[in-house]
């Protein structure tokens, strides 16, 4: 089974849910264990939330008010990448996660502890920080709908 989708949103907090919940119920349909779901879910609301936050210009209105939430199952792995429009992370692109008493960064280390591997980096070209995770998928006992 393959599924996938891509969600362009404005760079404002309630766009966050919105992603969340298409993710949870993707996941639900297709039959995947709750906690993994769980987890994933909650990775993907902190690299929602960190493209909110600094992904663009002054303003969810202004250049690069918008970021993009891409999912893939594909087989027994979900793929999630985040991209925004904004600065994208400075130097080499790839962020220095901070230790666990940091005060800013712990959606970081919180992505990077509920997923089984993940990317920080910059797009090419346009700019803008992009964010990408997976993590291998356990299923539920019961049959999921699109298997029936």
């Not at 766009?15 to 906690?35: I, N």
Request: aromatic share 6%; charged share 20%.
């Amino acid at each position: 089974m393959s599924i996938w989708w891509s969600l362009h949103l404005r760079r404002e907090a309630a766009s966050v849910p919105l992603a969340r919940r298409l993710l949870l119920g993707t996941m639900e349909t297709a039959g995947v264990d709750p906690d993994v779901s769980y987890e994933l879910s909650v990775a993907l609301t902190e690299a929602c939330a960190n493209a909110v936050e600094h992904g663009g210009g002054a303003g969810p209105r202004a250049p690069g008010g918008a970021y993009r939430v891409t999912a893939y199952l594909d087989g027994e792995t979900c793929r999630i990448e985040v991209a925004d429009s904004g600065p994208g992370f400075p130097g080499a692109g790839v962020p220095a996660v901070p230790a666990e008493e940091a005060e800013h960064g712990r959606g970081m280390r919180l992505i990077e502890e509920l997923s089984d591997h993940v990317q920080f980096g910059n797009r090419s070209g346009r700019g803008g920080a992009v964010v990408s995770f997976d993590k291998i998928l356990k299923w539920r006992d019961s049959p999921s709908l699109l298997m029936a």
